[in-house]
């Protein structure tokens, strides 16, 4: 498999689970664009672009996930500020046990071990 595959193919489960990461960050603490980024980097997601993070940033708040406010930088321009609302708790409450499953299941497979 050539490293333009496996990229892909790394790109393909990020899509999968990076929402609820991101809702998992933010429920821990607020955050804008450039600290989320550097938080997945941190968590072993290193190769996160910000030209897919801030489209999933505007969904989510469009989507009433995460609300958004501009706020001042402190000697530089403002910065758009993400928080998570009561709907995105929900959805990280009711779908994130639900991915850990299936992640579970999917190492056991793939460990060759019997599925918990």
């Not at 955050?31 to 940033?57: E, F, I, N």
């Not at 321009?77 to 579970?104: E, S």
């Amino acid at each position: 498999m050539t490293d333009k595959a496996i990229a892909a193919r790394q790109a393909q489960w990020l899509r999968g689970v990076l929402d609820l990461a991101v809702l998992a960050l933010l429920e821990k603490e607020e955050g804008y664009g450039y600290t989320l980024l550097r938080r997945l980097s941190d968590a072993g997601l290193p190769d996160m672009k910000a030209g897919t993070l801030y489209p999933l940033l505007n969904r989510l708040a469009a989507d009433g996930l995460l609300h958004a406010e501009w706020r001042a930088g402190e000697g530089g321009p403002g910065r758009k500020v993400f928080t998570i609302t009561d709907a995105g708790r929900a959805l990280l409450a009711a779908q994130g046990p639900q991915w850990v499953r299936f992640a579970r299941s999917a190492t056991s497979i793939i460990e060759g071990s019997e599925p918990a």
